[in-house]
Each structure stands twice: as structure tokens, then as C-alpha cells.
């Protein structure tokens, strides 16, 4: 393509502005021509921002896509029980999509993507920033090297931190099921996407256990009040909405989540009457706040994950188990054991600046590189790809509920 590629944003949240911004630095290969956002403020100051005219601006994405096509692609990064809709009706469009993880909340609206994508021919790309990490894509390089011989176990370990699970996953937009979907599949699906990427095999068979034990009424401290802004404890508690998102850097995530305007009198207002308010324990959540996954791959790899918002740090530490070494892996730093010779190789990882460490900004590079080559092959994470990963989610979440191994081949008939 000789002209930027033109973009539409549904959903211009933290992850739709952010996938803006990104696109915003590089005006030669791609602009922002429209965007769909419920939300007044937000709506209005994205407009501004990218000086849209008003024929390109919409409340509701379903206006958008009753037009014809106005844009190349479209980002859609709307609430997870909104993808499926906006996904197919786009796709039939002829938009190229970046779709936000998860794909869909049921593993048959999964399918649907993928199947209006296979009658539209688009180009897709779902966004499973880990495999688009140059630190995580290390790890896989030092693991397909052959150095720790063949991987036979892998442990995997997401820190949600606890300030983060109260902020998102208690008082936020993902703490209730109902609203959104269950947490594995919220927070963690990209996880299970990169340990199948990391095996490189078949997995056949999942259990899962998991609960939610902490954030719920029977926990909260005596005395303690239904909003932080009118509890006597609040000064000493952990979880203070004040202290997060009044006494704090109010203009970035995640306190900038509470209100569109900034000011203390604003995020005061929000806390008073808003879901950021409320005391961690009198929410309505009610998602897990800790999870572990097994999982069985082809030649008898055996992986497993955990969850937990019960840290004090972040990010991920993974440990690759082989026939002839080990890796350690942190967001900062690798170390590479070898067993003949008894040697072990530090390396550290360069930190890089954008969300999931660079990965974000990675995939919308390669999604507007397919689109301007005309190569689907230079997306990574296509629906059909990322449909395997959601899979197991799926049936890690159907093990935890009902107490049992699940297999892969279950899956195959769930909705199909």
C-alpha cells in the first residue's frame, strides 16, 4: 500500500487509546480515521486528539458498522462480551481486525470469529502480546535452541500483584462475571496462549483449581465502612481508594481509570459514587483470586500456571525443566543451567518502554505489516491460532467448576 493504512477504533478505553498512541508515532504507515466509544468524555477527547471530523465519529459501534466500510482495519477493544458481535460484523465488512484478548466469553463465539473470518479472507490478529516480547521471544529462541535438550516440564507463575487484582479484577470492570467473564480467561488467557507456544505441541488433556477467598464480606475488617471516602479504617488500610487514586499520579493508569478529568475534586466525586469507591470486601466480585492450571501436551510435556493477586511484585517468572538443562525466567533477567558441564549463563533482558514490554506496540507493527504486504503469514496470533490457547482456557475453566480432568477432545463437541 502506498497510502498509511486507515484505522478504526471500537472501544477507545486504556487499550484502544493505547493502540492509538501507537499508531499515532508512525503517520507514514497508519492513521486513525474513526472511533466508536460510548463514553462522552472519552469519545470527545479521542476526536480531538486525532482531529477526526464527526462523520467518523460514533457512540455506539454498531452505528460504525451499519455504514459502509470508512476505514482499511479496525481495532476492536471493546468489553470482552461485546467482541463476538462487533468481531463478525466487522470481518464481513472487509475490515482487518486486531482484536483485544479474549477472542469472545464462550468457546462457540470463538468459533464464529474464526469461521467469518475464514468466509471474509481478512487479515486477523488477536493480541497475545507475550509472543510479540522480545523477552519472552528470548525465551522461546534459547528453548527451540536445543541448549536444555527437550523441554519435559514447565512452571509458569503470573503475579497480578495484590493492588492491581483489587483495582481490576474487585472494584474494576473485570470483577464480576456477569459483566465481563471468568478470570482465567480475563486476565490470563494470553498466558495459556504462550506455555502451548513455548511446548510447540498438542495438549490433551487440563485440571484446574482455583477460588475466590479473600476479597468477599466475611472478610471485612470490623468496623469497616460500604466506601473508603466514609470508613474510619481507611487511613491504615491497604486498599484505600484514596490512596490509590486521589493521593496518587491521578493522570496515569491506574488511578487516570477512575474519572476522564483529573482534578482531586474529580476523582473524589468518582470515589463517592463510583465502583472505585467501594471497600475491597463489599464488592460485587466475583472472580477467583488465585487459579492453577496442569496441562498435558503430545510426548508427555506437562505444564503448569498459577495465578495469584497475593504478591507484592509483578509479572511472570517461568521455569523450563529439559532433558539436559534448565531455564529461570523473570521479566528481568534468564539463567541458562546446563547439566554436563555444570555451567550456568546469566543474560539480562533489556527492558523495553510501551505496554506488555513492548509487545503491544509489536503487534500492531505486524498487524499493519500484513496488511500493507498483503501477508497474513507476518501475524502471528491469528484467530485460528489463538482459538487452539482459548480452548484450554475453556477447559481449564470447566475443570475447576466441575472438579474433574478435563480432556481436549471434550472440547471439540462444547457448542461446535
Known amino acids: 500500500m502506498d497510502s498509511p493504512v486507515s484505522v478504526a477504533i471500537v472501544g477507545a478505553g486504556n487499550r484502544g487509546s493505547g493502540f492509538a498512541e501507537i499508531i499515532s508515532r508512525f503517520p507514514q504507515l497508519a492513521r486513525i480515521g474513526a472511533v466508536a466509544e460510548p463514553r462522552r468524555e472519552y469519545r470527545e477527547a479521542f476526536a480531538a486528539q486525532y482531529q477526526l471530523p464527526q462523520g467518523g465519529v460514533f457512540t455506539d459501534w454498531r452505528d460504525l458498522a451499519a455504514r459502509p466500510r470508512l476505514c482499511d482495519a479496525v481495532i476492536v477493544a471493546t468489553m470482552d462480551r461485546e467482541h463476538v458481535d462487533s468481531a463478525v460484523a466487522f470481518t464481513g465488512l472487509g475490515y482487518h481486525m486486531l482484536l483485544e484478548k479474549p477472542m469472545a466469553t464462550s468457546l462457540e463465539d470463538c468459533r464464529r470469529i474464526v469461521r467469518a473470518q475464514a468466509e471474509a479472507g481478512t487479515i486477523t490478529s488477536v493480541c497475545h502480546s507475550l509472543r510479540y516480547n522480545h523477552r519472552f521471544a528470548e525465551l522461546k529462541r534459547v528453548v527451540e535452541s536445543g541448549r536444555i535438550g527437550r523441554v519435559v516440564t514447565i512452571d509458569q507463575l503470573e503475579q497480578v500483584a495484590w493492588w492491581h487484582h483489587a483495582h481490576s479484577y474487585v472494584r474494576g470492570n473485570w470483577g464480576n462475571e456477569g459483566r465481563s467473564t471468568f478470570m482465567l480467561l480475563a486476565k490470563s488467557c494470553h498466558d495459556i496462549d504462550y506455555i502451548a507456544h513455548l511446548v510447540g505441541a498438542v495438549c490433551r488433556r487440563v485440571a484446574s483449581y482455583g477460588s475466590l477467598s479473600y476479597f468477599t464480606r466475611q472478610n471485612a475488617p470490623a468496623g469497616s465502612g460500604e466506601r473508603c471516602t466514609s470508613c474510619a479504617l481507611e487511613p491504615g488500610c491497604a486498599y484505600s481508594a484514596l490512596k490509590h487514586y486521589v493521593e496518587s499520579d491521578r493522570g ?129 496470533t491469528d484467530v485460528r491460532e489463538s482459538l487452539r490457547s482459548h480452548a484450554i482456557v475453556f477447559a481449564a475453566e470447566l475443570s475447576r467448576r466441575e472438579g474433574r480432568m478435563v480432556t481436549m477432545k471434550e472440547m471439540e463437541e462444547v457448542e461446535a
Open 252 to 380: 496515569q493508569w491506574p488511578a487516570a481509570m477512575v474519572s476522564a478529568e483529573h482534578s482531586r475534586e474529580a476523582h473524589l466525586a468518582a470515589l463517592a459514587d463510583g465502583p472505585y469507591g467501594r471497600c475491597v470486601w463489599k464488592c460485587d466480585n466475583d472472580v477467583v483470586d488465585h487459579q492453577v492450571v496442569c496441562m498435558e501436551f503430545d510426548a508427555g510435556v506437562t505444564a503448569t500456571f498459577t495465578m495469584t493477586a497475593f504478591t507484592q511484585g509483578e509479572g511472570r517468572r517461568i521455569r523450563v525443566h529439559g532433558t539436559e538443562g534448565e531455564v529461570e525466567f523473570t521479566e528481568a533477567e534468564m539463567s541458562v543451567r546446563t547439566f554436563a558441564d555444570n555451567r550456568t549463563e546469566r543474560v539480562v533482558l533489556e527492558t523495553e518502554e510501551g505496554g506488555h514490554g513492548g509487545g503491544d506496540a509489536r503487534v500492531v507493527m505486524s498487524f499493519l505489516a500484513a496488511i500493507r504486504e498483503k501477508n497474513a503469514a507476518l501475524v502471528i
